[in-house]
């Protein structure tokens, strides 16, 4: 069961995912990618945002921590969603992930920053950006790779069934 949930609003939008796919799976992709303990800051379309942590027993990160984690979250989620959106988590043992959902709710990018509590604010959101940016690429450029080869394969075997009945 999740713990209640620390609420905010930024008053404007964020991202366009609806609600409901916000939170499909939520918590297991959370325990997934960050830890059967995680922390997470996760934002709605319209800006409402929450606070969480996996149970009640899940420890709160201190409010620097927690504040840098919606830091992230609202610049990451306004600034390069691309059509998704991202939940920024915390491990117990003391590590970020930042994870882009797509439009669908499927996680394919989980970012781990090594950042300690004694440095997390020297971790930018101009930096984390990058980081997201660069994440969404290499995923983007694996999925064109894979649908370029697999369109390379058949029109290959194509190309060489035609010829073998040429000959």
């Not at 994870?99 to 020297?122: F, L, T, Y």
């Amino acid at each position: 069961m999740i713990a209640p949930a620390r609420k905010f609003k930024v008053g404007y939008r964020v991202h366009t995912v609806p609600d409901v796919i916000v939170v499909a799976d939520l918590a297991g992709q959370l325990e997934r990618h960050v830890s059967p303990g995680w922390y997470a800051v996760v934002f709605f379309a319209d800006g409402r945002g929450a606070a969480m942590g996996a149970d009640a027993a899940t420890p709160t990160p201190a409010d620097y921590i927690v504040s840098w984690m919606v830091k992230v979250a609202v610049a990451l989620n306004r600034q390069a969603n691309h059509g998704g959106h991202w939940v920024v988590g915390w491990a117990d043992r003391h590590e970020a992930t930042l994870i882009w959902r797509d439009q669908d709710g499927d996680v394919h990018v989980a970012i781990e920053v090594d950042c300690k509590p004694s440095n997390v604010e020297s971790y930018t959101a101009e930096h984390l950006i990058q980081l997201g940016e660069k994440g969404i690429a290499e995923w983007q450029m694996r999925n064109s790779w894979v649908d370029a080869t697999g369109n390379e394969v058949v029109n290959l075997a194509q190309r060489a069934a035609l010829a073998q009945r040429r000959h």
